[in-house]
């Protein structure tokens, strides 16, 4: 255990001190530098960086965890959260590119030549943004706690300090540059037990492949066909067909994702750190590139989480484990109360099985299709995102493998957190303060103003990471579905449609939101606040069956809808904003992206 | 002027392509026709699941490289015709 301890220091420290030295390096010295990296990051380094920026702590902790316990209904994560990155490149970032600008809300005011459109815009991004980082700042506090076992305020203070350091020296430029690293450290942390594991259970060292291949017990049985047995006979659903409420659902939510991906601000911005359209398109692909490398393990990952957890507790059907006899892992994480365990039946053994009541009931297994006693379940707890975390040491991994996940769960969270910080800063200092409020402010100022804000981001961040509000859980949901619903249709609209106007788009963004945020506060509570949902939250008061997760592509719909009804009765946009979209459109070289 | 619109209107054609396919391999393969496709066994997975975890990322990492390509040779072509 010491030994751990000693290693999980090395590396979060060590990667902390090289996040620093990379920040004084690439320090910005101008507002170009600070907000769009001068432009000239090349297409590969651009594409780690948002990786590195998109994937997030939910990425690198959460979505295993997620698809071990959903099975292939967590396929809605995989395709929507990289089918977005189709759409970006091409519907949306080489046009913005183009176009040249340093912000979202800016190619907004600029294509609907309107203030009410980009203070919207400026809006909608806050709201996504703060609600992501809130997610962010409790995946640092969670992984100083658990690994290095410090207190949760101190461990999200030194996250703070070390993201105020880089981000608020370096603006775009320092964050580019250390998210190249954090990318690094990140993949590392995740396919390297992936690949331990895979070799383990099926000697197959690739994890894409191990998956499909045969277990190396000898016995010649493929692993997911295991695997579906397994789950089956303890009365689980089938791993690999297990939907998430109905293809219908499935559908919506994957789109919602994709579409709520193209539309996330953070990301969008990373477009215009690049020199050319060219370099715009391609960085999208070597994003995917980079994202998929983690997005292809991470069913691996899940599945192979999934058959070691079932086969610790369950060595041999009928032959459970003595809860007397739990390994390790087992007590530390009872000690976080992530597991928990009740010995229901008082026969000291341990039962994992779908029954939720207090009886024993008898099944028909799906695929031997035996008679099955289910003892009642007495897991009465297994949270998804400890699988993971626990995973190197449930399958017996060396500790240098679980210190390094614990510096990539860090290096995911501080990534995402400072994309998402800029985001925010140059919102308010380039888009509310700079061209709304004060026009007239001068370059060092704003550039002063950047850092300001970025420095408030922080703080009161981190006091959200401390005092998380009770809606915490359900943001992701939100940020997805206002930037679904709001940010995506009217980029896309004002790029594909020339004679889109101001007034359209406008009614079609508060459009769009309104009816997203209606959909997800009746049936999650206003503001997330339990019992002031006024439509219950379950499937049969679901608008066909549609989750308020999965709404954003309704949302969007919606949007669209207004935007084009209300552009037949107001007429179309000017004849110069139809010039500028024409010269989107052009072939040939962007401007660096600049200023006015 | 002309040069303007048809390349537009070639990049739109590109586009239909790309995001045909894309439809194809998540909703249609991964979802929509998910239950005959598992029938069909592709080494230890179901073909159906594989396209929804594993098969539609490969497809959409080909389809980006593939759109720049033909956008990187369009550009060349209306570059010099403009010269």
Request: glycine share 12%; with cysteine; hydrophobic share 50%.
């Amino acid at each position: 255990m010491e030994e751990l301890k000693l290693y999980t220091y090395i590396a979060v420290f060590g990667t902390f001190a090289l996040y620093f030295a990379i920040a004084w390096w690439a320090r910005a010295g101008s507002t170009s530098d600070f907000y769009v990296a001068g432009g000239g990051i090349t297409p590969m380094q651009n594409g780690m960086a948002i990786g590195a920026d998109w994937m997030s702590a939910a990425s690198f902790i959460s979505m295993a965890g997620l698809i071990a316990f959903l099975g292939y209904g967590g396929s809605v994560f995989l395709m929507g959260w990289t089918g977005g990155y189709v759409l970006l490149a091409m519907l949306l970032a080489p046009y913005m590119r183009k176009h040249g600008k340093f912000t979202v809300p800016e190619f907004i005011f600029d294509r609907y030549y309107s203030k009410t459109a980009r203070i919207v815009a400026v809006v909608c991004l806050i709201i996504a943004s703060i609600t992501y980082i809130i997610g962010q700042m409790k995946g640092v506090g969670v992984a100083f706690s658990r690994f290095l076992e410090v207190d949760y305020g101190l461990g999200l203070g030194i996250g703070m300090f070390v993201v105020w350091v880089y981000a608020v020296l370096g603006g775009m430029k320092g964050i580019t540059y250390t998210q190249i690293a954090q990318y690094v450290v990140m993949i590392f942390a995740y396919t390297i037990p992936a690949i331990f594991i895979s070799f383990q259970l099926t000697g197959n060292p690739i994890p894409q492949l191990g998956l499909g291949s045969t277990l190396a017990d000898g016995s010649g049985v493929y692993l997911l066909d295991k695997l579906d047995l397994v789950v089956t006979e303890l009365g689980f659903k089938e791993y690999t067909t297990a939907n998430l409420g109905g293809t219908l659902n499935m559908f919506a939510y994957t789109i919602s994702l994709m579409i709520g991906t193209a539309g996330l601000p953070h990301v969008i911005m990373r477009f215009f750190t690049v020199p050319s359209v060219q370099a715009a398109r391609q960085s999208a692909g070597y994003a995917l590139v980079f994202i998929g490398l983690l997005y292809t393990v991470a069913p691996a990952v899940g599945a192979m989480a999934r058959l070691n957890l079932m086969n610790t507790i369950e060595p041999v059907a009928g032959e459970n484990l003595a809860y007397a006899e739990r390994p390790q892992w087992f007590k530390d994480w009872e000690k976080t109360g992530l597991l928990k365990f009740e010995d229901k039946n008082g026969d000291g053994l341990i039962q994992y099985t779908s029954n939720k009541t207090d009886a024993p009931i008898t099944i028909t297994g799906s695929i031997s299709g035996k008679e099955i006693v289910l003892l009642p379940n007495e897991m009465v707890k297994v949270d998804r995102d400890i699988m993971v975390l626990a995973n190197p040491a449930i399958a017996n991994l060396p500790n240098w493998v679980i210190a390094l996940v614990a510096a990539g769960g860090l290096a995911a969270a501080l990534s995402t957190a400072a994309g998402l910080l800029l985001a925010i800063s140059s919102s308010i200092s380039h888009d509310l303060m700079k061209g709304v409020l004060t026009p007239d402010l001068s370059e060092k100022n704003e550039l002063l103003a950047g850092r300001i804000v970025m420095t408030i981001a922080i703080l009161v961040s981190g006091y959200l990471g401390m005092n998380p509000p009770g809606f915490a859980a359900g943001t992701v949901a939100l940020a997805f579905g206002l930037a679904a619903s709001s940010i995506f249709p009217a980029l896309m609209m004002g790029i594909f449609s020339k004679k889109m106007s101001g007034t359209a788009a406008v009614s079609g963004m508060c459009a769009g939101i309104g009816i997203t945020m209606l959909y997800v506060f009746q049936h999650k509570g206003i503001m997330f606040i339990p019992g002031t949902s006024f439509l219950g939250d379950s499937g049969p008061n679901w608008f066909f069956g549609i989750s308020p997760n999965a709404f954003g592509a309704v949302g969007a719909l919606v949007n669209f809808a207004t935007a084009f009804i209300v552009l037949q009765f107001t007429g179309p946009a000017p004849a110069h904003i139809q010039a500028l979209v024409e010269n989107m459109r052009a072939p040939g070289d962007a401007p660096a992206a600049h200023d006015h | 002027m002309e040069n303007k619109e048809t390349y537009w209107s070639e990049n739109i054609r590109i586009i239909f392509i790309c995001l045909a396919i894309w439809f194809v391999v998540s909703f249609g393969f991964g979802l929509l026709l998910v239950e005959p496709l598992n029938a069909i066994q592709l080494g230890g997975y179901k073909l159906g699941f594989w396209f929804a975890q594993q098969g539609a990322i490969y497809s959409f990492l080909g389809l980006i490289f593939w759109y720049g390509h033909k956008m990187n040779v369009l550009d060349k072509k209306y570059a010099q015709e403009s010269k």
